[in-house]
């Protein structure tokens, strides 16, 4: 696990940015990973950027996203497909029927997760999956209890979940109670993760995913468990890592040619 801390959001997104324009110029058939909340918007803004810029193309890539809410109305703007859409999808050239997205309108839940797992198989498996952490150490929509090896499935959002995503609807009664949500072993068949924090808020979390024991406890810890994983925190985030210094020592004289 390679953890990273830099000072701007700017330098941040830069960084991602360059990982996945590097796979998309390397792999034009890329398969990449798309998250949504606050911390991958600024690296979906500067993607953009790079293709208004004639710098990557993303016109034989395809994407599959971690989440979707279940139950939500057709097009709610909340709903993720509208926001991967909205903040990077329509916004550059990835073909509409190249996103996936979990069927949150299915009347079977069961079936739709057994077919969402089949497509990212079909598609060869992520190359390159974005990823957040949540206050209470949850990966994509996998909380506190889920299975390490847990796959595409229906999981209920505990209260402090749906406090959190509450500033995104008009009211906190609006934030639906259950996802379908990638899995945590279905998160490590990835070939690259990067998770993105920021803030004070994240802190705990990112100690206990980052340095504190591989448990169900802390979701996020499973990453402990996959050969090629890049944190991008910022100093806040970073702030209760007691391995901070060795982590930028690390960075700081890390050999060119290794890439992120």
């Known amino acids: 696990m390679e953890v990273v801390v830099l000072e701007t959001e700017q330098e941040r997104a830069d960084l991602v940015a360059d990982a996945v324009v590097a796979l998309v110029m390397a792999r034009p058939t890329a398969v990449l990973g798309l998250a949504t909340g606050s911390s991958p918007s600024p690296v979906y803004a500067e993607l953009v950027r790079r293709y208004e810029a004639g710098e990557v193309s993303f016109a034989e890539a395809s994407a ?16 993720y497909r509208q926001v991967i859409e909205r903040e990077f999808a329509s916004l ?14 299915t009347d079977d839940v069961p079936a ?9 198989a079909a598609a060869g498996g992520v190359d390159l999956q974005l990823l957040g952490i949540g206050s209470d150490g949850h990966l994509a929509f996998n909380e ?22 509450a500033r995104f609807f008009d009211s906190p009664d609006e934030v639906p109670h259950h996802v379908l949500t990638q899995g945590l072993g279905t998160i490590l068949d990835a070939h690259h993760l990067v998770m993105l ?9 990112v100690r206990s995913a980052v340095e504190g024991p591989v448990s169900a406890r802390c979701p996020a810890s499973a990453l402990q468990l996959h050969p090629h994983v890049t944190v991008v925190l910022d100093p806040a985030a970073a702030s209760r890592l007691e391995l901070r210094e060795y982590y930028g020592q690390v960075w700081d004289d890390k050999p060119d040619w290794q890439g992120i």
């Open 197 to 205: 924090a920021t803030g004070e808020g994240k802190a705990e979390a």
């Open 112 to 120: 739709a997760c057994v077919a969402y797992e089949k497509a990212i």
């Open 144 to 165: 506190p209890g889920s299975s390490l090896a847990s796959r595409t499935r229906v999981k209920t959002l505990t209260p402090r979940t749906r406090a959190d995503n």
């Open 64 to 79: 599959f996203t971690l989440d979707e809410y279940l139950g939500l109305p057709p097009g709610h703007p909340e709903g």
């Open 92 to 105: 550059v050239d990835l073909p509409a029927d190249h996103l996936h997205t979990p069927d949150g309108q």
